[in-house]
């Protein structure tokens, strides 16, 4: 706890200066999982189940989920655990990330022709009246926000570039060379880094290898690192206060754990194969991580990275969390609900109905 008091002073400290210190403090340790990634790439027997994604804004309590089949994103209300809205989009969504400072929410609509990624867009939401209000054309596939800086980090399959948009006048002020294959991405709002998982292929372009994840230094907007991990790996999750970067790995079911503070990959935490969608609680320093295909949703502590507790039936290939309320939801693909978990017990403690195939 002793980093988690020591962000907290260095947002009031910030508060003097700019007067949003509280609400720095509630990005810095809220996750976007966005910047939660679900499909690992084309190639993975999911990709043709749809995307599934969900985020939260902890200051508002409001969870938003992306219903793949009937184009609309769900708005939940966390503290009565009920549906308040649902969104109408135009297209096929899926990522989805939030700015609690501006209460915006971004996701992207995906076009495809020929199984090809064509123009694809982050659409710009309202949280306040839940409104569409810009579309910033791509080619995008995946998106993160730093709340802080107020950037957003989007990337194509079919590039190997990060483009950087501002979410002040939603413009793209750069673009970032980047590795092949990029399939998730995540932001450490306090440290400024931004990583980018890639998955990768043998030299023979038949089986699968272990990836990489590239860290973005993003006060340059430069790549400054590449890290080695594990089999094909899909989901990334940072916890802001150790400073810690958690990543699945879909194909050998483990769960890198990278340092942050030097880049070194520590001893991975074996799980089962196709363990996707991540989610990071920094204050009760707990990692969840969905196995959609198996069912399942893992509880690590991140006190010493092992396996703590595992909850199921949950078929979710998504996880998000509330770290003021500890409250954990995972959207059901397959029975097109939200499972709500108690973080104190790691039990379920009520389902949701939502949107159609979330």
């Known amino acids: 706890m002793k980093a988690l008091h020591l962000l907290i002073i260095f947002s009031i ?23 939660v990634v679900t499909q690992s790439n084309t190639f993975t027997t999911n990709s043709k189940k749809g995307p599934s994604f969900a985020v939260i ?39 989805l990330a939030v700015n609690p400072n501006t209460n915006r929410i971004y996701a992207i609509e995906d076009h495809h022709i020929s199984n090809k990624e064509q123009n694809n867009t982050v659409l710009v939401i309202d949280g306040n009246s839940n409104t569409k209000i810009a579309e910033i054309h791509g080619p995008y596939s995946r998106v993160a926000v730093n709340p802080v800086t107020n950037r957003i980090y989007a990337f194509s399959y079919e590039d190997n570039v990060i483009y950087v948009i501002d979410g002040n006048n939603n413009t793209k002020i750069a673009e970032i060379k980047d590795d092949e294959h990029p399939s998730g991405i995540d932001v450490n709002p306090v440290t400024n880094r ?11 372009g038949h089986g699968w290898t272990n990836g990489t994840v590239s860290v973005i230094d993003g006060n340059t907007n430069t790549k400054i690192a590449s890290i080695l991990v594990g089999v094909n790996p899909v989901g990334i999750g940072v916890n802001p206060v150790t400073n810690k970067i958690y990543v699945t790995n ?35 320093n707990k990692i969840y991580v969905t196995g959609g295909s198996i069912d399942t949703l893992y509880v690590i502590d991140g006190n010493n990275d092992v396996k ?23 959207p059901d693909y397959f029975f097109n609900n939200l499972s709500v978990i108690d973080g104190r017990y790691d039990n379920i403690v009520t389902v949701i109905p939502i949107g159609v195939y979330p």
């Open 194 to 204: 931004i990583y980018v998982a890639h998955w990768k292929l043998d030299k023979n």
């Open 57 to 95: 804004n902890s200051m508002t309590n409001h969870i938003y989920v992306a219903n793949w089949k009937d184009n609309t994103i769900s708005v939940i209300d966390g503290n009565d655990d009920i549906k308040i809205a649902s969104i109408n989009v135009g297209d096929r969504f899926s990522t």
């Open 13 to 35: 400290s910030l508060s003097f200066i700019s007067g949003i210190g509280f609400a720095l403090f509630i990005s810095s340790i809220s996750h976007e999982p966005i910047h």
């Open 250 to 284: 879909y194909m050998d079911g483990t769960v890198s754990v990278i340092d942050g503070n030097n880049g070194i990959v520590g001893k991975p935490i074996l799980l089962h194969p196709e363990v996707e969608g991540i989610a990071v609680n920094p204050v009760t």
């Open 308 to 330: 703590k507790d595992v909850i199921h039936p949950l078929s979710g290939w998504s996880v998000v969390v509330n770290p003021i309320t500890n409250k954990i939801y995972v």
